[in-house]
C-alpha cells in the first residue's frame, strides 16, 4: 500500500469467526499486542466481551478487544498493522470500546502496558488515559512491570 487510507474507507465492525486466523496473526506481528490464539480470539466474543476489527480495502487494519462488568471495563488486547498505523485506526478502535464500556454502564476503563512500550503508553496518554499503578513483573520474555492506565467515562 502506498498511501495511508482515508477516515472514511476504514470500517469498524464486531469480529466474526472468519476475522480469528488473521487477528492472531496479527496480534502476533504486533510489538506490545498479547499473542493469542484465533480460538482465544473467539473465546473471548459475546457478551460483556467485545472484539472488533478496523478493515481497509478489504485488509483487517486492526483488532481491539475489550469487555465491561459492572462500572468497569478493561481494554484486553489491541494491535493495528504497520502499514495503517498514524491513521486513527486506533483511535476509532478505541472510541467504539469506550462506547461499548459506556452502553453497560462502566464509569472507568483500564488497560495494563508494557513499561518500554513508549509508542502504546504515548497513544493511550493521548487519548486521556492516566497512569494508575504498576504491576511488578507482568510480563514475560522479558520479565517486565506493567504500567497500569485508567481512564475515566463520562
Not at 476504514?10 to 487477528?23: G, L, N, S
Not at 478496523?54 to 465491561?68: E, K, N, S
Not at 472510541?95 to 464509569?107: E, H, I, S, W
Not at 511488578?136 to 504500567?147: H, I, L, Q, S
Amino acid at each position: 500500500m502506498s498511501s495511508p487510507p482515508s477516515l472514511l474507507a476504514i470500517e469498524i465492525r464486531p469480529a466474526t469467526a472468519a476475522d480469528a486466523p488473521e487477528i492472531s496473526r496479527l496480534a502476533n506481528a504486533t510489538p506490545g499486542a498479547a499473542s493469542w490464539s484465533g480460538q482465544h480470539f473467539l473465546e473471548s466474543s459475546g457478551g460483556d466481551f467485545a472484539v472488533w476489527v478496523a478493515v481497509a480495502d478489504g485488509t483487517i487494519a486492526g483488532f481491539l478487544i475489550a469487555r465491561a462488568a459492572a462500572d468497569e471495563s478493561e481494554l484486553l488486547n489491541m494491535g493495528v498493522r504497520q502499514a495503517f498505523r498514524r491513521c486513527k485506526v486506533g483511535a476509532r478502535l478505541l472510541d467504539t470500546a469506550v462506547g461499548f464500556a459506556r452502553a453497560y454502564g462502566a464509569t472507568r476503563m483500564f488497560l495494563e502496558v508494557r513499561g518500554s512500550n513508549r509508542t502504546a503508553i504515548a497513544f493511550y496518554k493521548w487519548a486521556g488515559f492516566e497512569e494508575s499503578g504498576r504491576r511488578k513483573a507482568y510480563y514475560g520474555n522479558p520479565t517486565e512491570d506493567a504500567r497500569l492506565l485508567t481512564l475515566r467515562i463520562k
